[in-house]
């Protein structure tokens, strides 16, 4: 068969694939429902807060058999990293900062040695990531980060220098993660 020249990809499938998903359409949700933290209404506003959300992955451990001189690989179980780190923007009111540190204070009071509670679901949310389109539209499912808690609240950086957005990062440890169909 001879050459007759470049292949128009517009004739086939990939014509109709939709767009590249962009990194900047996201949204974080905070699900505090059957939670005993007494602000939990204070939350909705962080979901304009946050600024940066890496979806961690997950891998499947191998177990090796040898049989008859001859390696084998199966799969295992799956594991995955159990934190997830979200970058939050300081508002100009300062609550973004305070309101995680009140959560954090209230897993574990360091001025009153207590804790709100025994039980991980009175202290923990569900953190909900949804990806959207350019055009604000949901794309796929959210992904839902399981009983997840404040493992730590990073340092907000100040300087002269650099002008730019006050910023800083926050983990969160959580049992699992799925999608939101999934049981």
């Known amino acids: ?11 086939t ?7 590249i998903a962009v990194d900047y359409m996201f949204a974080v949700e905070f699900n505090l429902d059957g939670s005993k933290l007494k602000f939990a209404s204070e939350f909705q506003d962080l979901t ?11 891998s499947t451990e191998v177990i090796e058999s040898w049989f008859m001189g001859s390696k084998q690989v199966f799969p295992a179980k799956t594991t995955y990293t159990n934190e ?10 300062g609550g973004t900062h305070s309101l995680l540190k009140k959560w954090q204070d ?3 009071d360091i001025k009153t040695g207590t804790r709100i509670s025994n039980k991980k679901k009175d202290y923990s949310a569900d953190v909900i990531v949804s990806m ?26 100040l300087s002269y220098e650099s002008g730019s957005a006050i ?4 983990t969160f440890a959580y049992d699992r993660w799925k999608y939101a169909s999934e049981v």
Request: charged share 20%; proline share 6%.
């Open 1 to 11: 068969m001879a050459y007759t020249g470049g292949k128009s990809y517009l004739s």
């Open 13 to 19: 499938s990939l014509a109709s694939l939709p767009d």
């Open 48 to 58: 304009v807060k946050a600024r940066t959300c890496v979806i961690p992955g997950r």
């Open 84 to 93: 997830v780190s979200i970058k939050f923007e300081e508002f100009q009111d």
């Open 106 to 108: 209230a897993i574990y």
């Open 132 to 157: 959207m389109g350019t055009d604000g539209i949901l794309i796929g499912e959210p992904i839902v980060f399981k009983t997840a808690w404040i493992k730590s609240v990073g340092e907000p950086s």
């Open 167 to 170: 910023s800083f990062e926050c």
